[in-house]
Antibody, heavy 113, light 113 residues
Framework: EVQLVESGGGLVQPGGSLRLSCAGS????????MNWVRQAPGKGLEWISY????????YYADSVKGRFTISRDNAKNSLYLQMNSLRAEDTAVYYC??????WGQGILVTVSS | DVVMTQSPLSLPVALGQPAAISCRSS???????????LNWFQQRPGQSPRRLIY???NRDSGVPDRFNGSGSGTEFTLKISRVEAEDVGVYYC??????????FGGGTKVEIK
């Protein structure tokens, strides 16, 4: 069974940092392109970052470019999102979203003083 | 960026009745390979999004055949032939043709009348 479990969320002050992790199981992790998609409270879906299976190709949405860094460790079947210089508008549930299969359950990040 | 516009915002439907959700893109979603990368996602209350339809009309594994996607160019439709209670939730269209960024529609909330 395909499973993706996000961790690392929580409450952080504006300007602070967090590192999200996503652990995958039940599929060949290295073969899958991965995305991070977020959803602000009561709002729609926003794509924020993409990484290819080999990590050779990476893209970011303009809203996070220069502040967030996506990475992966295929040996550990894990995807990461390093989030720096966090702002109130980054408050959202963050989903680990592989291309074509089940998403993670999401992890809440709250940026507030 | 490609803007995805969904209508209606809210769709009350009686059980067993059909439902249709419209999605329009600000430019043609036909890629240079001739494929149209338009997907539909379902987000049930309290759950993470789940892909239902990919490349306009292909159902994902396990998706009931009452869900059908159609359209071309800039106009797309998701139809539910007979709405069931488990279909309640928010539906999003998403384009993967002109990316980055991947863009989502604003969502259509399906509820039981």
């Amino acid at each position: 069974e395909v499973q993706l479990v996000e961790s690392g969320g929580g409450l952080v002050q504006p300007g602070g940092s967090l590192r999200l992790s996503c652990a995958g199981s039940g599929f060949t992790f290295s073969s899958y392109e991965m995305n991070w998609v977020r959803q602000a409270p009561g709002k729609g879906l926003e794509w924020i970052s993409y990484i290819s299976g080999s990590a050779s190709t990476i893209y970011y949405a303009d809203s996070v470019k220069g502040r967030f860094t996506i990475s992966r460790d295929n040996a550990k079947n894990s995807l990461y999102l390093q989030m720096n210089s966090l702002r109130a508008e980054d408050t959202a549930v963050y989903y680990c979203a592989p291309k074509g299969i089940t998403w993670g359950q999401g992890i809440l990040v709250t940026v507030s003083s | 960026d490609v803007v995805m516009t969904q209508s209606p915002l809210s769709l009350p439907v009686a059980l067993g009745q059909p439902a249709a959700i419209s999605c329009r893109s600000s430019q043609s979603l036909v890629y240079s390979d001739g494929i149209t990368y338009l997907n539909w996602f379902q987000q049930r209350p309290g759950q993470s999004p789940r892909r239902l339809i990919y490349k306009v009309s292909n159902r994902d594994s396990g998706v009931p055949d009452r869900f059908n996607g159609s359209g071309s160019g800039t106009e797309f439709t998701l139809k539910i032939s007979r709405v069931e209670a488990e279909d309640v939730g928010v539906y999003y269209c998403m384009q993967g043709t002109h990316w980055p960024p991947v863009t989502f529609g604003g969502g259509t909330k399906v509820e039981i009348k």
